[in-house]
């Protein structure tokens, strides 16, 4: 099989270069992506606790409020994403409450995260919390969250 170079004089091909000319690039190096079309929206049971049950659970709803970005830093390391994701603000929190809903049959939808995320951010990462909490994940962090 010849290429456009095999016509070439060996001092007109591309930087000098005299030996063969290899044509077959690599295309990939052994990663796939994979492309998520439609959310999936959890089927199987419900949060533990309300966006507004913040009395419930006296100690996760001060952390929240004294120490929400130590908070958010605790759920990122919980869920196994990096701490950066607290300094994200609403669209961090949209990430952690989406993969753990998703992780754990919650029922609910993306929108709904990004709206109780954006105008509930609070309330929304406490539920978080407390849902975390029910579920047994270790405390990090100062040992509230």
């Known amino acids: 099989m010849s290429n456009k170079y095999d016509l070439l004089r060996d001092e007109d091909r591309p930087g000098g270069y005299t030996g063969p000319v290899n044509t077959n690039q690599p295309t990939g190096f052994g990663t796939t992506t994979t492309?998520?079309?439609t959310q999936p929206t959890g089927s199987g049971r419900q949060w533990t606790s309300g966006v507004c049950?913040?009395?419930s659970d006296f100690d996760t709803c001060v952390c929240g409020y004294f120490c929400g970005l130590c908070q958010a830093c605790a759920l990122a390391k919980k869920l196994e994403?990096?701490?950066?994701?607290?300094l994200c603000g609403s669209?961090?929190?949209?990430a952690l409450r989406t993969k753990y809903r998703t992780k754990h049959g919650i029922h609910g939808t993306m929108m709904n995260d990004i709206c109780l995320?954006?105008?509930?951010f609070s309330c929304a990462q406490c539920q978080l919390a407390r849902d975390m909490k029910a579920e047994m994940y270790p405390k990090t962090c100062c040992g509230v969250c």
């Open 81 to 86: 994403e990096s701490g950066m994701v607290a």
């Open 35 to 37: 492309v998520i079309v």
């Open 117 to 120: 995320s954006t105008f509930c």
């Open 53 to 55: 049950d913040c009395c």
């Open 91 to 94: 669209n961090g929190l949209v």
